[in-house]
Structure formats: structure tokens, C-alpha cells
């Protein structure tokens, strides 16, 4: 059983050793700059920042962010059911298909009401 997994250690083992590699030359290969402080300042936009008190962000960012990470789940479960729809359908008929669309009916009604209470509007 563990020689079935050994793909996935032989991906993971080049995937890193890709990174490391990667930055040693990249680090043995860049430029090598004086230090400057008007360079080295973070700006955003174009906009110098500001000492002191950082701004606030506004609740409606993170409630869009939440939402599209909420409906973005739905294509994790969503895969799995595509690739065994066909198998399962000769075995369990209507009862795999009938699963899938409860499970988006649940979701749309949950994207409904989302819309409802005015989450996806940038305006409030």
C-alpha cells in the first residue's frame, strides 16, 4: 500500500528541492544593491505610507472574502461527485444525482439569501 503513495513522495521531494534550488540561484545569481531608504520605503499605489495608526479596512472586504471562499468550497465536493457520477449511476441510480442537486439547492438558497441581506453590495 505505501508503494502507491510513492508519487506523491517522489512530487513533494521535487517540488521542494525545485524551491530550494531556485532560490540559492537566485540569491547567488541577483544584483547586489546599496541599501537606499527612499528605495526600501513600502508604498501602496503609489502612496507613501503613514507612521502611526493604520487605516481601517472595511467589514464589507472581508465579508466578500468570506462568501467567495464559502462558495468556492462547493467545487471541492464538486470534483469527487463528477468523477464517480458515472460509475455510481449504473449502482445507485437517482440517489447520487438526487444527493448533488440538494446539495446545490442548499447552496443556492444560502447565495440567496446572501444577496438578500445585501452581503455582495460594495455600496453599504
Given at each position: 500500500?505505501?508503494?502507491?503513495?510513492?508519487?506523491?513522495?517522489?512530487?513533494?521531494?521535487?517540488?521542494?528541492?525545485?524551491?530550494?534550488?531556485?532560490?540559492?540561484?537566485?540569491?547567488?545569481?541577483?544584483?547586489?544593491?546599496?541599501?537606499?531608504?527612499?528605495?526600501?520605503?513600502?508604498?501602496?499605489?503609489?502612496?507613501?505610507?503613514?507612521?502611526?495608526?493604520?487605516?481601517?479596512?472595511?467589514?464589507?472586504?472581508?465579508?466578500?472574502?468570506?462568501?467567495?471562499?464559502l462558495f468556492d468550497i462547493?467545487?471541492?465536493?464538486?470534483?469527487?461527485?463528477?468523477?464517480?457520477?458515472r460509475d455510481m449511476l449504473?449502482?445507485?441510480?437517482?440517489?447520487?444525482?438526487?444527493?448533488?442537486?440538494?446539495?446545490?439547492?442548499?447552496?443556492?438558497?444560502?447565495?440567496l439569501y446572501a444577496l438578500?441581506?445585501?452581503?455582495?453590495?460594495?455600496?453599504?
Amino acid at each position: 500500500m505505501l508503494r502507491d503513495y510513492l508519487p506523491i513522495l517522489i512530487l513533494i521531494v521535487v517540488a521542494v528541492a525545485f524551491c530550494a534550488i531556485t532560490l540559492v540561484v537566485s540569491q547567488w545569481l541577483g544584483k547586489r544593491g546599496k541599501p537606499n531608504p527612499i528605495k526600501d520605503s513600502p508604498y501602496e499605489c503609489g502612496v507613501a505610507s503613514q507612521p502611526g495608526v493604520h487605516p481601517r479596512f472595511y467589514v464589507k472586504f472581508y465579508r466578500v472574502a468570506m462568501l467567495f471562499i464559502l462558495f468556492d468550497i462547493e467545487v471541492v465536493f464538486l470534483f469527487p461527485w463528477a468523477v464517480v457520477y458515472r460509475d455510481m449511476l449504473k449502482t445507485h441510480g437517482f440517489l447520487i444525482l438526487g444527493s448533488m442537486v440538494s446539495f446545490l439547492a442548499i447552496l443556492f438558497i444560502g447565495y440567496l439569501y446572501a444577496l438578500r441581506k445585501g452581503a455582495l453590495d460594495w455600496e453599504h
